[in-house]
């Protein structure tokens, strides 16, 4: 698979969410995602404001589903989400429902392996019940919570290789990342490479690497469009 760069935009309105996506679909960005802070601040209506602004581009709504599988995809797909997120941690009924939504209404499932006991069989567990892509994740809380207690930080980094080697389907890694890693994942086999903390978080940072935010990740972009996905 070509490797592919998502922008997380974790962000709280809809302006801002646009504002962002434009810039970065200058940049050479190909997919979309509304992340979780926005689908709580804007929901549906958010979704369907990036669809309409961005008609051909894919969108991932990362919804983080728990429950109420069927439902939460089907609303996200007909607002226009090409791809909705579901947890490994949910149960199994509900990742079926998930996938059963996406085939009924034309949507890709990503699973989600973070805080799975065993992130390996988190992500098997995932490509087992239908999922179409495994997002290798370690949480946000869980990553500031460590590090806060002196302890060094996990990285999706960590265990890459192995979730990538033990599943078939494409695997995205999620959590902490810097722009250095972001685009070495297809080198480790993961060819979705996410950005979301270098625009928002740590926007400053991000901007030194060229002085400018849409210059910088045009740069990332061709670096990560550069590379053949390991196997
Ligand atoms: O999904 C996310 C998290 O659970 C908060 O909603 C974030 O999008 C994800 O953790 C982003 O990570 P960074 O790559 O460190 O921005």
Not at 28 to 46: F, K, Q, R
Not at 72 to 83: C, I, V
Not at 149 to 154: A, F, L, V, W
Not at 191 to 218: H, K, N, Q, Y
Request: with cysteine; hydrophobic share 45%.
């Amino acid at each position: 698979m070509r490797p592919i760069v998502q922008i997380s935009l974790d962000l709280t309105n809809i302006d801002e969410a646009i504002e962002t996506a434009q810039l970065a679909m200058r940049a050479g960005v190909d997919w979309l995602e509304a992340g979780t802070p926005l689908i709580l601040a804007e929901g549906l209506h958010g979704v369907r404001a990036l669809r309409s602004a961005f008609p051909d581009t894919p969108i991932v709504a990362d919804l983080k589903t728990m429950d109420g599988g069927y439902l939460e995809a089907e609303m996200m797909a007909k607002a226009g989400a090409t791809h909705v997120v579901v947890m490994a941690r949910a149960h199994e009924e509900t990742i079926r429902c998930v996938v059963k939504a996406g085939a009924d209404f034309g949507c890709q499932v990503m699973g989600d392996n973070m805080v799975s006991e065993d992130m390996i069989e988190g992500a098997k567990r995932l490509e087992d019940l239908g999922c179409d892509f495994v997002i290798h994740h370690i949480g946000y809380d869980e990553r500031r919570g460590i590090a806060a207690r002196g302890e060094r930080m996990p990285s999706p980094m960590d265990q890459l290789r192995d979730v990538v080697n033990a599943v078939k389907i494409p695997v995205q890694a999620v959590g902490g990342l810097s722009i250095e890693q972001a685009i070495q994942c297809p080198q480790h086999g993961a060819p979705l490479v996410v950005l979301g903390a270098p625009l928002t978080i740590d926007a400053d940072a991000f901007r030194t690497a060229s002085g400018d935010l849409e210059g910088s990740l045009r740069m990332i972009c061709e670096a990560v469009h550069a590379q053949d996905c390991a196997p």
